[in-house]
């Protein structure tokens, strides 16, 4: 009974090159949210996907980020030309459905460092 | 002003001792409320569901309260192994995002 699974668990990138990170919800989860938690501050609410929708990302930057969740295979968050900045962790959750009362389940995250 | 809000602590607390975190939301359509713990370098778990009537889990007790918009979490007889940051989160319910307080952080004591 696998949790949310999400890898790399680090990724280190140089200024300008191209985050992937990807994240495998729970089985029986359809819903998807990514969270950042830069280095002491809280966690932050990027976006949240269904398969093949965006729900809401009232939370991603406008420029360089955008997440996906295809029918098939895993969410990606994609972070074009990264900057220092991005280094944080990135966390990513699911839930079996979509009403408040569910509960969000965390992966143990992708931590990115930009050089 | 923060939509959630927490005292950062740190709470230094010896074992075996009672301590209470409290946490503010600024939203009143807020709809369900969490407590989640939160390890040096590791990713959120659900400590529990907070609701209006109360729940309790064992030493951990979490309570609602709607007309001031907090809620609370109590640890009775604390462990070592309690050490740890724990984070109130509140979900609008209007497209499912939780929104975090920046976290309490408690270190028990030997």
């Known amino acids: 009974n696998a949790g949310v699974m999400q890898n790399p668990r680090h990724l280190v990138r140089r200024r300008g090159q191209e985050a992937r990170l990807r994240c495998s919800p729970m089985k029986g989860h359809s819903h998807v949210y990514w969270y950042r938690q830069l280095p002491e501050e809280g966690l932050k609410f990027m976006v949240y996907l269904q398969k093949e929708n965006i729900i809401d990302e009232s939370g991603m930057p406008k420029e360089r980020f955008s997440a996906e969740f295809p029918k098939e295979g895993p969410s990606i968050l994609r972070i074009q030309q990264v900057v220092r900045g991005d280094s944080a962790a990135y966390f990513c959750a699911s839930s079996p459905a979509g009403g408040p009362e569910n509960i969000q389940y965390f992966g143990a995250g992708t931590r990115l460092s930009v050089l | ?110």
């Open chain 2, 1 to 110: 002003r923060k939509e959630v809000e927490q005292d950062p602590g740190p709470f230094n607390v010896p074992e075996g001792a009672t301590v209470a975190f409290n946490c503010t939301y600024s939203n009143s359509a807020s709809q369900s409320f969490f407590w989640y713990r939160q390890d040096c370098r590791k990713e959120p778990k659900l400590l529990m569901s907070v609701y209006s009537s109360g729940n309790e889990d064992g030493r951990f007790t979490a309570q609602l309260n709607r007309a001031s918009q907090y809620i609370s979490l109590l640890i009775r007889d604390s462990k070592l192994s309690d050490s740890a940051t724990y984070l109130c989160a509140v979900n609008r319910g209007a497209t499912n995002k939780l929104i975090f307080g920046t976290g309490t952080l408690l270190a028990v004591q030997p």
